[in-house]
């Protein structure tokens, strides 16, 4: 079992930047994948970028330029640095996480808030 912990988030300034991490706690598991996902009101969770443990990357096309996801040589926690925020990056912000030890499944962080608005 794998619990996600996440942090940041909050209100911030059209311009301004936010920074979200996600720590994966728990005992012998492996992640394949980590991301970030987000919902706003009335609209479908969808990915914001992802990343896979050899490195390789995904950006919604909204936020390229914009977000970098990283995480720690230990893949367990995943940042995701907010720079040049707009209203419409508004949302509900998800930790998503992916193992494949011991078992394929996926996990979910309860969300965080961000709020971009003057």
């Known amino acids: 079992q794998v619990h996600l912990v996440e942090s940041g988030g909050g209100l911030a300034l059209p311009g301004g930047s936010l920074r979200l991490s996600c720590g994966a706690f728990?005992?012998?598991?492996?992640?394949?994948?980590m991301g970030w996902y987000r919902q706003a009101p009335g609209k479908e969770r969808t990915a914001v970028a992802t990343?896979?443990?050899?490195?390789?990357?995904h950006y919604a096309d909204s936020v390229k330029g914009r977000f970098t996801i990283s995480t720690n040589t230990a893949f367990t926690t995943v940042n995701l640095q907010m720079n040049s925020l707009k209203p419409e990056d508004t949302a509900v912000y998800y930790c998503?996480?992916?193992?494949?030890?011991?078992?394929?499944?996926?996990?979910w962080g309860h969300g965080t808030q961000v709020t971009v608005s003057s």
């Open positions: 998503y996480v992916k193992t494949d030890f011991p078992s394929i499944q996926d996990y």
């Open positions: 728990g005992s012998d598991f492996a992640i394949t994948d």
């Open positions: 990343i896979t443990e050899r490195g390789d990357t």
